[in-house]
């Protein structure tokens, strides 16, 4: 290898195409090769960078091995990016000690860690109540016991959810009256790395905070109802006023601040009460936001945020510029009707059921050709999965598409409904063998 290296310290898996077309950009643009650090990297991670580094970033030394095996290409590294969860503090801290510009080491694990991000917002509690942003009751739990302690403290119900983990995984509302000892089994597989209640955020409303450095956007998200609030869909442009957007913004920032966010990416779920004028941060993240956002945000705003991260860690990057919404867009996660045992193989060889329910929908709305198209579809897993008719996390769900929507002869948040429905007829009809549920769960 010659010429400068882009740095990216990990990826989830689910994100691979995105590191990619990250990787192309930045050979295109600014003639770079790209060092992936990785644990156990396999052919799929040595094929999307031109050397792969296999790294664990949850291990205690990793800094200072990877510096250790970096050390031999270590002054043709120009730039870096920390591309999960798992890397924000420790990648944070091997770029800090390679010389790179990236946002605060100390800071980050609040964006790793829901627990510490909720230990930060108590440490300035005062300051946020002042900017009308209600930082929740919260505990650590690691027994049945504390789980009932926290249960008497907040009759009215409260949140159970990993200390850290994503995708809404191990996440469940829990009300008066629930069985706390079912609630603490499904605890169980996440006691070792940590579990917190949390008090109820009483607003309804949810949105993401997202962006790169300066420039930033609001997303509105669509969950389910009930005891696992997945999210079903993600909305651009978000329908909100100036007061929403104001308040929706402040606490954004604020979520930044406290996880030490400035120049990298973030996306920080944010809650909003009926009257605009109230919030409170359901989580911060220091990475791109999932679910294709940055894809819709392209296709709203004609802005490649993933080009710009590459160019803003090489010291490139442009101005900020305004962002002027010129469609609205969602990403749509699709499952199934019942419980079922499914494969994308079940489905027909010629069959498309997106497209059909795209259609449907369409033809519902009675909108003209190219007002509704579709500009992605995947299914989330090759494999054979048992997957639920009530999706209890986001890994629950069969697929998930991408649609754009121009005009003003409907809305896309109905739209999304409308589709997610007209999906399970098209899903129905494109299995070419029934296959009910295998096992219970």
Request: glycine content about 8%; charged content about 30%.
């Amino acid at each position: 290898m010659t010429g400068p290296i882009l740095l990216i310290v990990d990826y989830n898996l689910s994100r691979i195409d995105e590191v990619r077309y990250l990787r192309d950009y930045a050979r295109e643009r600014h003639g770079a090769t790209v060092v992936l650090i990785r644990a156990d990297p396999t052919e799929a991670d040595r094929s999307i960078a031109d050397e792969v580094v296999d790294l664990d970033p949850l291990r205690d030394d990793f800094t200072e091995m990877g510096e250790k095996l970096l050390g031999g290409m270590r002054e043709r590294i120009r730039a870096g990016i920390v591309f999960s969860d798992n890397a924000v503090r420790s990648g944070a801290e091997l770029l800090e000690r390679l010389g790179l510009p990236v946002d605060s080491p100390r800071l980050a694990e609040g964006a790793f860690s829901k627990y510490r991000y909720r230990l930060g917002e108590a440490d300035v509690a005062d300051l946020l109540a002042a900017q009308r942003i209600m930082v929740p009751a919260f505990a650590e739990v690691a027994s049945l016991d504390q789980l009932r302690d926290f249960m008497r403290d907040h009759p009215e119900g409260f949140i159970v959810k990993p200390v850290a983990e994503g995708n809404n995984r191990g996440v469940a509302m829990v009300r008066s009256g629930d069985d706390l000892t079912s609630v603490f089994a499904e605890m169980l597989p996440y006691l070792e790395d940590g579990v917190i209640c949390e008090e109820i955020i009483p607003y309804r409303r949810e949105y993401s905070f997202d962006g790169l450095g300066s420039l930033a956007f609001l997303t509105e998200k669509i969950s389910a109802r009930g005891r696992y609030p997945v999210e079903v869909a993600q909305v651009l442009p978000a329908r909100v006023n100036a007061r929403e957007r104001s308040t929706l913004e402040r606490a954004g920032r604020q979520a930044n601040w406290l996880v030490g966010q400035c120049d990298g990416p973030f996306h920080n779920e944010v809650k909003l009460s009926d009257d605009g004028l109230r919030a409170a941060v359901v989580e911060p993240n220091r990475r791109p936001a999932g679910m294709k956002i940055w894809s819709l945000a392209r296709w709203v705003y004609g802005i490649d945020l993933h080009h710009r991260w590459v160019d803003t860690a090489f010291g490139t990057a442009s101005e900020a510029e305004r962002l002027v919404p010129g469609c609205s867009a969602s990403t749509v996660m699709l499952g199934v009707g019942s419980d079922r045992s499914f494969s994308p193989d079940d489905v027909g060889a010629d069959a498309d059921p997106f497209a059909d329910a795209v259609r449907a929908t369409a033809e519902r709305f009675g909108l003209a050709e190219g007002e509704l198209t579709v500009t992605e579809f995947s299914w989330l897993s090759p494999e054979r999965r048992d997957l639920h008719a009530v999706a209890r996390d986001n890994a629950d769900f069969a697929a998930q598409g991408c649609v754009v929507l121009r005009g003003d002869r409907a809305d896309i948040r109905t739209v999304v409904h409308a589709l997610r429905e007209a999906w399970l007829d098209a899903l129905d009809s494109a299995l070419a063998l029934p296959a009910p549920l295998r096992k219970a769960r």
